[in-house]
């Protein structure tokens, strides 16, 4: 069972930084899709961004520009570097990984942006 655990959360002003990292207890797989999602109060967890084999990347259109994905198949992490942040990224992000056609999920971190 693959355990992956998120760090680096926390609370920041408006127009501040954050970086996200997951530490994954097992090598990444070339293969493997790793990414972020986040989810409110009351609403659906949702797609932030993911990096996929050849360090292919995909972002939602809201963070597009503002956030960048990024694997270390070395210290195996997926870390998520967040500029720019507004009110509306206040979410818990929770780390994901599909290896080998298996879904895992971290426990999330909170961020929360103030104004």
């Known amino acids: 069972q693959i355990q992956l655990v998120e760090s680096g959360g926390g609370w920041v002003q408006v127009g501040g930084s954050l970086r996200l990292s997951c530490a994954v207890s097992?090598?990444?797989?070339?293969?493997?899709?790793a990414g972020w999602y986040r989810q409110t109060p009351g609403t659906e967890r949702e797609f932030v961004a993911w990096v996929i084999s050849g360090d292919y990347t995909k972002y939602d259109n809201s963070v597009k520009g503002r956030f960048t994905i990024s694997r270390d198949r070395v210290k195996n992490t997926v870390s998520l570097q967040m500029n720019s942040l507004k009110p509306e990224d206040t979410a818990v992000y929770y780390c994901y990984l599909n290896q080998r056609g298996i879904n895992y999920w971290g426990q999330g971190t909170q961020v929360t942006v103030s104004s």
């Open positions: 097992e090598d990444l797989a070339e293969n493997s899709v």
